[in-house]
Nanobody
């Protein structure tokens, strides 16, 4: 129900920062909770962060808490993931996702729209 596309990935050294962006093509952006997930070899899709419709509620995976920040700009139809102190374990394809509803959730099944992903590679 919403088209999403990520940008901002790249190759960085451990300790560096990246900011991922996700642009949404929808006329009802505030109807969606948003989230970031990641996929790496040998593991299923992992929940990273989620944000509710107005951005006043967020959730983070324990592995990124304190390092990553999710935010959204409803005027711009965009969601962001600021990633600080990147580690090799953060290497993955990162996806943004949208789920109908106002509440943030880390449950992958709640999200029905997905971007194609952007690669993040962190070297030691």
């Amino acid at each position: 129900q919403v088209q999403l596309i990520e940008s901002g990935g790249g190759l960085v050294q451990a300790g560096a920062s990246l900011r991922l962006s996700c642009a949404a093509d929808t006329r009802t952006f505030t109807s969606y909770a948003l989230a970031w997930f990641r996929q790496s070899p040998g593991v299923g899709r992992e929940s990273v962060a989620a944000i509710n419709w107005n951005g006043d509620r967020t959730h983070y995976a324990d592995s990124v808490k304190g390092r990553f920040t999710i935010s959204r700009n409803n005027d711009a139809n965009a969601v962001y993931l600021q990633m600080n102190d990147l580690r090799p374990g953060d290497t993955a394809v990162y996806y943004c996702a949208a789920g109908w509803g106002s509440t943030a959730t880390m449950e992958v099944g709640r999200y029905t729209s997905w971007g194609p992903g952007t690669q993040v590679t962190v070297s030691s």
